[in-house]
Each structure stands twice: as C-alpha cells, then as structure tokens.
C-alpha cells in the first residue's frame, strides 16, 4: 500500500496498526504525532 499526499495525512483511531515489511514515517520538519495504541511491526521500520 502507497499513500501520498502533497498535504497532510491524518489517521485517528483507537488502535492504529501498520504491518508490513518495510514502514517510513518521514516528517521532514514537520510533526508526526502517535497517540493512544501505535502498533508497528516489520523486518524494517525507519522513523524520519
């Protein structure tokens, strides 16, 4: 799954869960915010 946006992404739930084999979460100056339950999992997992 690919998500792109030239704004911003805003995902709000209980329990946000990403699985998959490779997971980028880029800010680029911006803000991510993780609330609540954040679950990742993956062989490759790169916070920018």
């Known amino acids: 799954m ?6 911003d992404i805003v995902m709000s739930s209980g329990n ?6 490779k997971i980028e979460l880029s800010g680029k100056g911006n803000t991510i915010t993780l609330d609540d339950k954040t679950t990742f999992s993956g062989t ?5």
């Open 2 to 7: 690919s998500i792109s946006a030239a704004s």
């Open 44 to 48: 490759e997992i790169k916070m920018n």
């Open 16 to 21: 946000i869960q990403l699985s998959a084999g």
